[in-house]
């Protein structure tokens, strides 16, 4: 069964300082990775999506992840935080021949003026 | 604007009661989902349904019931069977059934307690 692990609960950065959240999973397969934001009482919105054709994936609002397999990872970075980025992100991940996602338990990013 | 809209943002619910959120879509996305989030637990997947008139069973399914009679939407019934429905819930759909490599659109959610 699939699985995603993200390590942190709660992560706290100061303004203008590299983000790094981190997200590893478990899969027989080459699966594929989501990163999603979700701003207080909002859904989920796509940051960036890993589906094997670069293992850099860039997405919005500066954010971008990279996929290493043999290290079954799909870190979320940006280089410089900006208040607007505090909010919930999660990792998700989906199988070939699959539909479903599989959601990490998410990590509350906290930035400090 | 093509989305998700539910309904209502805030629901509240007597014991014994059953209660319906409802989930509409306007993106003529195949496959339609139900989540439950919990804080510190991410999202669990209640049901989802590929196609209309038919839905499978997500992981946490005990106390829920749902309906797909229009491609458009996917309305979620809390029963009173469901001891702790007290949650955020989030409707989502993609475009395609068996296509993982397809994201997920979310609604903004509602937020059911029980009084």
């Known amino acids: 069964a699939q699985s995603v692990t993200q390590l942190g609960s709660h992560v706290s950065v100061s303004e203008g300082a590299l983000v790094l959240l981190r997200c590893n999973y478990s899969?027989?397969?080459?699966?594929?990775l989501f990163w999603y934001v979700q701003y207080p009482n909002q859904g989920l919105q796509l940051l960036l999506k890993?589906?094997?054709?670069?293992?850099l994936v860039k997405g919005i609002n500066g954010f971008e992840a990279e996929f290493k397999k043999s290290e079954t990872s799909f870190h979320l970075t940006k280089p410089s935080a900006h208040m607007s980025d505090a909010a919930e992100y999660f990792c998700?991940?989906?199988?070939?021949?699959?539909?479903?996602?599989?959601f990490g338990a998410g990590t509350i990013l906290r930035v400090k003026s | 604007d093509g989305g998700i809209t539910q309904s209502p943002k805030y629901l509240f619910r007597k014991e014994g009661q059953n209660v319906t959120l409802s989930c509409e879509q306007n993106?003529?996305?195949?496959?339609m989902y139900w989540y439950r989030q919990d804080p510190g637990q991410g999202l669990r997947l209640i049901y989802y349904?590929?196609?209309?008139?038919?839905?499978q069973k997500g992981d946490i399914a005990e106390g829920y019931s749902v309906s797909r009679e229009k491609k458009e939407s996917f309305p979620l019934t809390v029963t009173s069977a469901q001891k702790n429905p007290t949650a955020f819930y989030l409707c989502?759909?993609?475009?395609?059934?068996?296509?993982?490599?397809?994201?997920?659109?979310f609604g903004d959610g509602t937020r059911l307690s029980i009084l």
């Open positions: 989502a759909s993609s475009i395609q059934r068996q296509s993982p490599s397809q994201p997920q659109h």
């Open positions: 998700a991940v989906s199988e070939e021949g699959g539909n479903k996602l599989v």
């Open positions: 349904s590929q196609i209309v008139n038919d839905f």
């Open positions: 993106l003529n996305h195949d496959a």
């Open positions: 899969s027989s397969v080459p699966p594929y």
């Open positions: 890993y589906t094997s054709a670069a293992t």
